[in-house]
């Protein structure tokens, strides 16, 4: 199973604004009638319960929305970039970076979509800068820039009953006996090598149960592929715990596997478990019945065991009785095990302030840079070689205040001055 990807997604660029004139024959006074751009497509994720794996985003990691298209003359609009749906499983998490520890969201409800990159809006066009003293600006806007965010997808499976223990205890076998699932199943340590799901419907109840590959010493160090399997345990409301009943020691096994759990994470050692000794149908192991009874109730004395066989389908149904009455009073969902994100480490999304404030820099060079988003996109337009349009851009820079944050900043004429891509001598 693909549980783990890590993908880059681009947002579309806004399309740029038009600088334009209407020039009609019989229209002597037409002024100006640039279009604004289109905005930018955005990137959204979707979580989906039809999709089971993360395994489509482990071939394909760049996933781009379409650009806004370019404004025209006679005030046409550049089209809108395409937005892009990836879906996703449900219960996956969606993390900011490759290593970081932002947890963006928690997409545990199917059909829940989520802004991943909010593409760039489009540029507005010289008609927007008409006024009664500019009546034909020469100034437009660039589309704001397309934002590149790489993200992390981690997929926690969603399930009402986990089945856990060491390799080889009997859990496919169990999922196999009270599902239509068909796990692999074998007599050896590690056949299963990924989760598997399964469907239960017992006495008029149904619920998912995830069979979790085997857990061995050290597995909340990552040994034995630990750290990939535990997580998938998080989520599950009831443990149903399988033990090998003909080893020599089935009590020792039951107490590291328990350990590595709390080792892992103290909330999964506190979740209701369901201890259930596996393959009775041995004749050894159904002679010492008694005896692994009182060996249990000496070391985990508030435990019932539950004796069972998988594979021979033997006493299941007092088994699931149990599992059905624990899951009628556990939390309904995952959070409620304090498994959940601290709200202290969700990103907080504010709105922008309704005026940019700009900001200027002067490197060691003495040169100065003007940081406002208005200013940067009008100067990626500007053709400084007419002096209409620099005179325009120099009163659009005062209106925006970048001229008084230049003065304040110590500029003087001579000096370079940087608004994003564009270089000029200060006068």
Do not use: C
């Amino acid at each position: 199973m693909i549980d783990r990807v890590f993908i880059l997604i681009k947002s579309g660029k806004g399309g740029d604004g038009a600088i334009s004139g209407r020039h009609e024959k019989y229209v002597p006074r037409g002024g100006p009638d640039g279009g604004n751009g289109g905005d930018g497509g955005s990137v959204y994720l979707l979580s989906d319960s039809n999709v089971n794996t993360l395994l489509e985003y482990r071939y394909k990691r760049h996933h781009t929305a379409g650009p806004g298209g370019k404004g025209q003359g006679a005030l046409k609009h550049g089209r809108n970039g395409k937005d892009i749906t990836l879906t996703v499983p449900v219960g996956t998490q969606v993390w900011v970076g490759k290593d970081s520890s932002q947890l963006l969201a928690d997409l545990d409800t199917s059909g829940e979509p989520l802004l991943v990159a909010k593409g760039g809006r489009g540029g507005a066009g010289n008609a927007r800068y008409a006024s009664s003293t500019n009546q034909y600006p020469m100034i437009a806007q660039a589309g704001e820039p397309a934002v590149d965010v790489e993200v992390r997808l981690e997929l926690k499976l969603l399930a009402d009953v986990g089945v856990i223990g060491a390799p080889n205890a009997g859990k496919s076998s169990l999922l196999a006996a009270l599902t239509s699932a068909r796990p692999r199943i074998a007599d050896y340590p590690f056949t299963t090598l990924e989760p598997a799901l399964g469907v239960v419907e017992h006495r008029n109840e149904d619920f998912v149960m995830v069979d979790i590959p085997g857990l061995v010493e050290g597995a909340h160090e990552g040994i034995g592929l630990g750290h990939d399997f535990l997580r998938h345990v998080e989520r599950t409301r009831v443990l149903i715990h399988m033990v090998d009943g003909s080893l020599d020691d089935p009590v020792a096994q039951y107490l590291q596997i328990n350990k590595e759990l709390k080792l892992f994470n103290e909330d999964l050692a506190r979740k209701p478990q369901i201890l259930a000794v596996n393959k009775i149908d041995i004749p050894a192991v159904e002679e010492y019945m008694t005896l692994l009874e009182e060996a249990f109730a000496e070391a985990v004395p508030d435990e019932k065991v539950y004796f069972v066989s998988a594979a021979g389908r033997q006493n299941l149904d007092p088994l699931m009785d149990a599992t059905v009455q624990i899951l009628q009073s556990a939390p309904v969902r995952w959070e409620a095990d304090g498994l959940s994100t601290p709200t202290d480490e969700l990103p907080v999304l504010r709105p922008r302030p309704r005026r940019a404030v700009p900001k200027v820099s002067v490197n060691r060079e003495g040169e100065y840079k003007v940081q406002l988003a208005d200013a940067i996109r009008i100067a990626g337009m500007v053709d400084l070689d007419r002096w209409e349009a620099r005179m325009q851009f120099y009163r659009r820079l005062q209106h925006t205040g970048v001229v008084k944050a230049l003065e304040d900043a110590g500029v003087q004429p001579g000096d370079t001055v940087h608004i994003g891509e564009l270089e000029f001598l200060w006068e």
